[in-house]
C-alpha cells in the first residue's frame, strides 16, 4: 500500500471544478468489511458552519445510497486520468450486482475513520455527514434542471465535513 501525507483541507492543490467536473470522484460509504463506491461527477466543497465541507448528490436508486444512510462517515477519492476506466465502470455498474474491486483492480483500504479509501487515488477527503435533504423540484428557479430528472429520480444531498485529507506521499 502507498504512503500517504494528511494535510489541511487548505493545502489541496487543485481546482475543484476540473477535478470533479471533468476527472470525476469516487462516492465511498461503509466500512472495509461492507462498503459501495459510486462515480459522481456533481459535488461541491466550501465553508459551512464554520466547517470545512463538501456537497455530494445521489440518487435513491443508487446502491451506495443505503450505504451512506447507514455511514457516519464517507469518502470522495480523486484518482489520476489512467484511472479513467476504473471511474467509468463504477459509474455504470451496480454494486448490488458487481464486485467492483475484483472487476476493476480497486485496492480498497481503511483509513481509520472507519471509511474506505483506495490505494489508487491521489487524494482521499475523509467526510463525516452532517447534514441531508431530498432535492425538492418544485424549488427549482431555473426549469431547465428537470431535464436532469426525466424519471423523477431526484436526489439526496448530503453536506460533510472534511475530517482528514489524504494525499499521495511522493
Not at 483506495?118 to 425538492?136: G, M, P, T, W
Not at 428537470?146 to 423523477?152: C, D, E, F, L, V
Request: aromatic share 14%; proline share 4%; net charge negative.
Amino acid at each position: 500500500m502507498k504512503q500517504w501525507n494528511i494535510i489541511q483541507p487548505e493545502e489541496l492543490d487543485w481546482n475543484v471544478f476540473r477535478k470533479i467536473g471533468k476527472g470525476w470522484m469516487l462516492i465511498t460509504a461503509g466500512s472495509l468489511s461492507s462498503w459501495n463506491t459510486m462515480t459522481a461527477a456533481w459535488g461541491g466543497f466550501g465553508f459551512l458552519w464554520q466547517k470545512n465541507v463538501v456537497f455530494v448528490f445521489i440518487r435513491h436508486s443508487r446502491y451506495t445510497c443505503e450505504f451512506m444512510e447507514k455511514s457516519s462517515t464517507f469518502t470522495l477519492s480523486f484518482f489520476p486520468e489512467s484511472c479513467r476506466e476504473i471511474l467509468t465502470f463504477c459509474g455504470s455498474h451496480s454494486g448490488r450486482d458487481t464486485d467492483k474491486a475484483a472487476e476493476t483492480g480497486l485496492i480498497p483500504f481503511d483509513t481509520g475513520h472507519p471509511a474506505v479509501g483506495f490505494d489508487q487515488a491521489e487524494s482521499i477527503l475523509v467526510c463525516r455527514k452532517v447534514y441531508h435533504q431530498d432535492i425538492i423540484p418544485d424549488h427549482f428557479l431555473d426549469k431547465s434542471i428537470h431535464t436532469h430528472y426525466p424519471n423523477n429520480d431526484y436526489h439526496r444531498m448530503y453536506i460533510g465535513e472534511v475530517v482528514t485529507c489524504m494525499k499521495e506521499k511522493h
